[in-house]
């Protein structure tokens, strides 16, 4: 019984009071109604094994052994402070190594081992048996093997800015020639033909239609001016050959620059960055095969992207343009681009939309337009139509 008392009773505490046993530290055990010495509890960074020790916890790394495989060797240790510039992998680390999930249920890792793991002490070139992250710690640089590149250059849009002719493919259809001309015009010359374009030129917002068949405003102005009509998408507009003097002045330049003629232009006004102009081809009959279109830049860079059509036969609409090949051109203040060859034929190209501060820019296309019969109205048959010829009959 007495035995039983001393056990249950009070402890003093470590400032001289007394400790009941309900409210012991938690440095403490109750073991058997009374109070054990003091014991090792797992803190931070630790874990208590299943034999009742105490192990280091598994943090970015691994266990201790395992953490040996991580570093370099002997060979590669060196006296000095270590850098914290990133090295290349050791020779005796494996980048290619698998992956290991950690088990579900918060039990501890487990790694199974294959022949990547080997003994540290037999191959080093089999020590290493984890992933990038694991070495991160030891500031090694990650290289990965080429078959992990996800982005191919090729992929990649390819910029142009450099003065002259550039062949941008070679097929399906044949060669697609771009000539690029920085500063065509100068900046006094671009100075003055923007401000008078912008006065001389009527623009007119164009109603369109998508393909649900829904009208809605282009987010741009347009203006057309040549001796036929033309149309694009859902849009007809008459000829015009009322031609402003500037844009005649432009006109004669560009042709006696490049050695071309053209009889129509049209003119596209970009009142700020929220203006813009989907993908799409000048393809459309009236302009032939092999069209020559001469874009000339006026006012704030805007970025010209282009893009490889799919091959003949497939959807446009569903076709995933993420492969294709891209292009950007920067066209600045009193820029000239030449579209000639199969450019039309194998390529789209837009001006994007920009939601930043964007002034104005004008962009005129000359290009060569050909009557289109499918505009022209037919002249109705006479002959076996008895209505039709009384009708003429009686006019005359």
């Known amino acids: 019984m007495a035995a039983q008392e001393v056990r249950r009773a009070s402890k003093p505490s470590h400032n001289g009071g007394m400790q009941s046993r309900g409210r012991g530290k938690r440095s403490m055990s109750r073991i058997q109604g009374g109070w054990a010495p003091e014991v090792q509890v797992p803190g931070r960074g630790q874990t208590r094994g299943r034999g009742g020790g105490v192990m280091p ?6 266990p201790p052994l395992m953490q040996g495989n991580f570093r370099p060797g002997p060979a590669h240790q060196s006296l000095e402070p270590p850098s914290n510039d990133p090295q290349p992998y050791p020779p005796g680390l494996n980048p ?3 992956v290991f999930e950690p088990k579900s249920g918060g039990g501890s890792h487990h790694h199974q081992q294959t022949s990547d793991q080997g003994n540290p002490g037999q191959n080093a070139s089999q020590c290493y048996i984890g992933q990038p992250q694991d070495l991160r710690h030891q500031r090694y640089e990650y290289i990965p093997p080429e078959e992990e590149v996800s982005i191919s250059q090729a992929k990649k849009p390819r910029r142009i800015e450099v003065d002259g002719e550039h062949t941008i493919s070679e097929g ?12 065509f015009l100068s900046k006094e010359e671009a100075d003055e033909a923007l401000c008078q374009l912008d006065e001389e030129i009527d623009f007119k917002q164009q109603i369109n239609k998508n393909r649900a068949g829904q009208d809605y405003l282009e987010p741009r102005l347009v203006r057309w001016y040549g001796e036929h009509p033309y149309a694009y998408s859902k849009v007809r507009m008459e000829a015009n050959e009322e031609w402003p003097p500037t844009l005649l002045q432009l006109k004669m330049k560009i042709e006696h620059e490049m050695s071309m003629t053209f009889n129509s232009v049209l003119c596209n006004k970009y009142r700020s960055g929220k203006d813009g102009v989907a993908w799409h081809s000048d393809d459309e009959y009236g302009l032939r095969e092999q069209p020559k279109i ?5 006012g704030q860079t805007r970025m010209f992207q282009m893009r ?3 091959a003949k036969g497939c959807n446009p609409y569903d076709y995933d343009y993420s492969e294709s090949e891209k ?3 920067p066209l600045t203040h009193g820029t000239l681009l030449l579209m000639t060859g199969y450019t039309q034929d194998d390529w789209q190209h837009q001006i994007p939309k920009e939601y930043h501060e964007r002034e104005m ?6 290009r060569t337009i050909y009557p289109d019969e499918r505009h022209t109205r037919a002249t109705p048959c006479l002959k076996g139509n008895k209505k039709t010829q009384n009708q003429t009959k009686a006019a005359r």
Do not use: D, M, Q, W
């Open 294 to 298: 001469a874009s000339l830049s006026l």
């Open 57 to 62: 916890k598994r943090g970015r790394g691994y």
């Open 327 to 329: 292009l950007e051109i």
């Open 308 to 310: 490889k059509k799919p």
């Open 96 to 98: 290619n190594a698998p």
């Open 361 to 366: 820019r004008i962009n005129l296309t000359f």
């Open 172 to 183: 399906p259809s044949g060669l697609s020639h771009i000539v690029l001309f920085k500063n």
